[in-house]
């Protein structure tokens, strides 16, 4: 039969912070600690086995799991020279959850389990203290039946607010013992009223339920919830740890507190704690009393306090790494309910890990592994203030959840137009922009205002791609959000939002909320960072680029450690008011010759902007993809087409300007000409600059004019010409023939030697299936992996809102493929074609340029396949340098296990 109880009390433990899946990270640490002999009241811990048996076997506990239990208990009433139920000498016990990871909050804990009419009696006997054995009763009812029994807490808390009303006072300790007792009877009659039963009386029934209750609150919305934002599994579960009371509610020689062996704001070494004297350990996480500094127990009972001080410092010196405790004094006695590795804020995180390496307690590549890479973004954006949000929250202030689609926080005035963004923008005003989705033409709109909110869209659509490269803060996919841009107004829910009305968004959780949250910035100083990351990097073996269009965007790139551009987006430029007319004149016209003639207008404004970012990246590598997208995006947005439907029939019903008639007819026919049913895969990439080569001409010619320029002054100019989205030999052999007839000729032209690459964007399957033949070609290879993964999967990257949510939640996918790589399918792609292109051309370089680029898992599978760098967004470099960091050193930790076995 199966194992699931390890008991611990007595100065020993059945088991140890080894086993922390199975017994837990409360139940793990509690054993350890009673096996270094850190004074820990005694129980047992029930495993995540037993959690995985019942959750599978119909909410049933297995079988011997209850024996077991009971044999547990028998040692814990040795261990305390208590009984469980018994009328004078009752034994109380705490029944609290305990995932592998810590979840704060997020499951349930019940207090003083074994009090009923009988027991209450004992306890004020033996304790001859009436008030205290009241006070534990009343509070064990409204636990266990807003947590067993499902009742709100607000339905017991109502009344004892009352109370203390009636009477004049403020705080729970002073409400009298004859109070208290008439409380414990509102109480149980609200659980009869609301139950039909009267309260269980049992307490082996009480504990019986109680462990049931623990398990089932790892399925609880809220526990759900925080699984998914941080990427918890869901089949890991929670183990149940049982242990006796200890209480301290006692009077002014009992207490509670919660402290930190450092500031978790900062990362300061210091003993960052507080305390409540005759209080119960509810009262301080709950924030049901506002506690006092640590300074107080200092006070109060020195020696405790010094005792309290040495094992914290104990306990970091043998965990190596900061520690949130919870503790408890009984009668002058000091308890440790619990250790941890504590929560701690992004500057915190790097703070600590430096200064533990200073302080040679870990070494350099510990503290790298010690730090999740996502934190680090939190240290370049502002966020949102977590106590101000929660606040807003809980006053009902949330009016919709989206796709969270870019880091930080934003707060400003609601417009529905990008003019309209700009304009207040340059009046100084902070605005956000709310659209049904955003189109390139927006991107004005989107670098003025504070952050973005989209009705529709996945995390790579437009506005989350370009917001991350912006660094805007940015929700997208809140289905919620009906946009009336007619009417300059959206909808959520039963709430009507117009423009001007101030919202806030949070790009870290999708969340988008009435009026201003408080923002609060980046603390971390430069140094620490740039320390931290140089750390990195002694470490990585994979190389780091960013995807940046200007110049500006390869400055901050540069700040940020980039080794060179990845990817920049020709068609960005083309945005631009003085440039758009050129690009619609372009595509409006009849014949090759007029079309040259319009990109000859076009190639010193490229030209100058290549100079620009060849300046900026002096001595690094740039990687520029020849234009991707439709001709049909750059001709009219969906507005200025129905107005020009509009207009054409105004025109036509009054007979008045053929002039201007012909050239609507024109137009229009040309975007109907243009229009295609799916347009992500059809009229685009390769396949413009084989129907076009002109264009393709222009763009090659402007990227070698400027190289030749910029080389001439100095700076040290590494291009490498990126044809997209081929898919067969043709293709790829056309283009690549074309690109180098006009590369080799600007230079014989100008005669300037600048050393030059041509390569393929890897997005269409077929692609990394004939890699090796593409490789006869490609002199690199880049995994385009947001139309990888959209083509793999046969998802629309743009409309992957509409469902995602519903397969994420039934755990139909682990994760949005669009954000975290699926290394299972659009992964064995990647594998494929790096090791075919490598068959073909041994020295083949090999990055990826999707917005994976930047995410921790997915940079170590890009180290795993030996490829030779990642390519993100500016403010996910440190991320990337960091996962890289993480991934060579896994790997060779991996290795050295193996050779050890």
């Keep these: 039969m199966a194992k699931y109880v390890y008991s611990f009390g007595a100065g020993k433990a059945e088991g140890s912070s080894l086993m922390r899946n199975l017994l837990g990270g409360k139940g793990c640490e509690l054993a350890e600690m009673t096996n270094l002999g850190i004074p820990v009241p005694p129980g047992f811990t029930i495993t995540t086995q037993a959690w995985a048996h019942y959750s599978g076997g119909g909410r049933t506990l297995p079988e011997g799991l209850w024996e077991q239990a009971c044999a547990g208990l028998e040692k814990l009433e040795q261990d305390t020279g208590l009984g469980f139920g018994d009328p004078k000498r009752p034994l109380l016990m705490s029944v609290r959850s305990g995932a592998r990871v810590s979840m704060p909050g997020m499951m349930e804990t019940i207090l003083n389990l074994g009090l009923n009419d009988v027991t209450v009696e004992g306890l004020a006997a033996r304790t001859r203290n009436d008030r205290f054995a009241w006070d534990c009763y009343r509070r064990f009812i409204s636990m ?202 992004a500057r915190a995180v790097v703070q600590v890990a430096i200064d533990l390496v200073r302080e040679s307690v870990i070494d350099q590549h510990t503290a790298l592994l010690r730090v999740p890479p996502r934190e680090l973004g939190q240290l370049f954006r502002p966020v949102l203030d977590p106590k101000d949000k929660a606040g807003a929250l809980a006053e009902g202030r949330l009016l919709a959840r989206g796709l969270a689609a870019a880091p930080g926080g934003a707060v400003g005035h609601v417009v529905f137009s990008a003019d309209r963004a700009v304009e207040l923008a340059r009046d100084g005003q902070q605005v956000i922009l709310v659209r049904p989705e955003t189109s390139p033409e927006d991107v004005a709109g989107m670098y003025a205002a504070e952050g973005i909110v989209t009705a529709r869209g996945g995390r790579t659509s437009h506005a989350a791609v370009v917001a991350v490269g912006m660094g805007k803060s940015c929700v997208v996919g809140a289905s919620d959000v ?307 993964t959209q083509m793999t999967f046969g998802y629309s990257r743009d409309d992957v809102a509409k469902f995602l949510p519903d397969y994420l939640q039934k755990g139909l996918l682990p994760h949005d493929p669009f954000s975290v790589l699926d290394q299972e399918g659009v992964g064995e792609l990647i594998r494929i074609g790096i090791e075919r292109g490598r068959r073909t051309r041994a020295d083949l370089k090999v990055g990826i340029c999707g917005e994976h680029g930047g995410e921790p898992s997915s940079v170590e599978f890009c180290h795993r396949v030996n490829m030779s760098y990642v390519s993100c967004s500016p403010f996910m470099i440190p991320i990337a340098r960091l996962s890289a960091a993480q991934a060579r050193i896994k790997a060779r930790l991996a290795s050295e296990g193996t050779a050890n076995a």
């Design 482 to 788: 009906v946009v009336h841009e007619e009417r300059g107004a959206f909808e959520a829910g039963d709430r009507i939002v117009r423009e001007g009305d101030l919202i806030s968004i949070d790009g870290d959780t999708g969340e988008v909320i009435v009026d201003a949250v408080k923002l609060i910035p980046p603390l971390l100083s430069d140094d620490a960072v740039k320390e931290f990351l140089a750390w990195a990097d002694t470490y990585r073996s994979l190389g780091v680029r960013a995807n940046a269009d200007t110049p500006e965007d390869a400055r901050k790139a540069r700040e940020f450690g980039a080794e060179g551009i990845g990817l920049c987006r020709t068609e960005h430029m083309f945005f631009k008011p003085d440039r758009i007319p050129i690009v619609r004149e372009m595509i409006m016209a009849g014949d090759p010759a007029a079309r040259r003639a319009a990109v000859a207008k076009l190639l010193p404004v490229q030209r100058d902007d290549f100079i620009g970012i060849f300046r900026a990246m002096d001595g690094l590598p740039v990687t520029i993809r020849l234009l991707d997208p439709p001709l049909h995006e750059f001709l009219t947005t969906p507005k200025e087409y129905r107005e020009m439907i509009e207009e054409r029939a105004r025109l036509d019903a009054l007979g008045v300007n053929p002039e201007r008639q012909r050239a609507l007819e024109e137009k229009i026919a040309k975007i109907e000409s243009l229009r295609e049913a799916n347009p992500m895969l059809g009229h685009r990439g390769c396949r413009l600059g084989i129907t076009y080569p002109e264009i393709y001409g222009m763009q090659v010619r402007a990227i070698m004019e400027a190289a030749c320029i910029v080389a001439e002054r100095g700076v040290k100019v590494e291009p490498e010409i990126m044809i997209p989205l081929t898919g067969t030999v043709g293709e790829m052999r056309l283009t690549y023939a074309n690109t180098k007839k006009v590369a080799d000729g600007v230079l014989a032209e100008l005669g300037v030697a600048v050393k030059y690459l041509i390569g393929t964007m890897i997005e269409v399957p077929r692609a990394a299936l004939i890699a090796d033949q593409m490789a006869q070609d490609a002199e690199f290879f880049s995994f385009g992996t947001n139309d990888l």
């Design 144 to 345: 266990f039946g807003s947590v067993v029994l499902g009742i709100r807490r607000e339905a017991f808390d109502e009344h004892l607010t009352a109370v203390k009303v009636r009477l004049g006072v403020k705080t729970d300790p002073e409400v009298p013992a004859d109070e208290l007792r008439k409380v414990t009877q509102t109480f149980k009659d609200v659980v009869s009223g609301r139950t039909g039963a009267p309260f269980p009386q049992d307490p082996t029934e009480q504990l019986r339920l109680a462990i049931m209750a623990v398990f089932d609150s790892w399925s609880a919305k809220k526990a759900t919830e925080y699984r998914r934002i941080h990427g918890i599994p869901g089949d890991w579960g929670t183990a149940v740890t049982v242990m006796a009371m200890v209480f301290g509610n006692l009077g002014e020689t009992s207490g509670t507190g919660v402290g930190f062996t450092r500031d978790p704001r900062t990362g300061e070494r210091c003993f960052y704690a507080e305390f409540l004297a005759n209080a119960q350990g509810e009262d301080v996480v709950a924030g049901i009393r506002t506690p006092e500094r640590i300074e107080t127990l200092r006070e109060r009972m020195p020696r405790i306090y010094d005792e309290l001080l040495a094992i914290a410092e104990r306990l970091e010196r043998h965990y190596k790494d900061m520690q949130d405790i919870e503790f408890t004094i009984q009668e002058g006695a000091l308890y440790l309910l619990q250790t941890r590795s504590g929560k701690r804020s």
